[in-house]
């Protein structure tokens, strides 16, 4: 997402939340980390006025801007994702790379913003009204469809090409991997024809 800057021309609707008029404008309040009104920083409850002046800031990773007012209690310093059912692969290839990525392929709506919410968790969807819900503070909207994309897409928003621990998941079930040895396992292995 790219910062976006506003002038309120004209008459605005009594009692209009800033909230709401970014959301008017299809960015859902999931990817803002930081609004200022006429150089003040705000939360997403201000009430627009006629005049103001808004600049609107994508969620910062990798600069911090902790001393300024910010929409959320913490930054997301420690990415943990839940993806919803269209985003299966996606979730896959995150695990791959040692990221912590919840996913189902049942998942309704409701369970995925409280998983969001309740676990901080960075909810990934292609769905703009899913994280248009007040519930859900952290998400992305995955403009991509091909997931190789929608992971290189991922991988550049949250800038966590430094966070990568490859092979460190299980690309099935999210699980750590952990070592052990061969002959504790033996009887459960393959063995393939040379």
Do not use: W
Not at 33 to 59: A, C, K, M, T, W
Not at 101 to 111: A, G, I, M, S, V
Not at 156 to 173: K, N, P, Q, T, W
């Amino acid at each position: 997402m790219t910062a976006y800057v506003f002038e309120v021309s004209g008459p605005v609707r009594r009692g209009g939340s800033v909230k709401d008029m970014i959301e008017a404008l299809g960015v859902p309040h999931t990817e803002v980390d930081l609004i200022l009104v006429n150089g003040e920083s705000e939360d997403f409850s201000y009430r627009v006025q006629e005049g103001d002046r808004i600049s609107v800031y994508p969620v910062f990773e990798a600069v911090d801007i902790s001393p300024l007012v910010r929409l959320r209690p913490q930054p997301l310093r420690e990415p943990r994702f839940v993806a919803d059912t269209h985003l299966g692969r996606l979730a896959a290839y995150l695990r791959m790379l040692g990221f912590d990525t919840l996913y189902r392929d049942d998942y309704q709506d409701e369970e995925l913003s409280s998983i969001a919410t309740n676990e901080r968790r960075i909810l990934l969807t292609r769905d703009r009204g899913l994280l248009k819900r007040s519930v859900v503070t952290r998400g992305y909207c995955v403009r991509a469809t091909n997931p190789r994309e929608q992971l290189a897409e991922v991988v550049e928003r949250f800038d966590l090409s430094g966070a990568i621990a490859a092979f460190r998941r299980c690309m099935h079930c999210n699980a750590v991997l952990q070592p052990i040895q061969k002959e504790l396992i033996s009887d459960r292995l393959v063995r393939h024809p040379v």
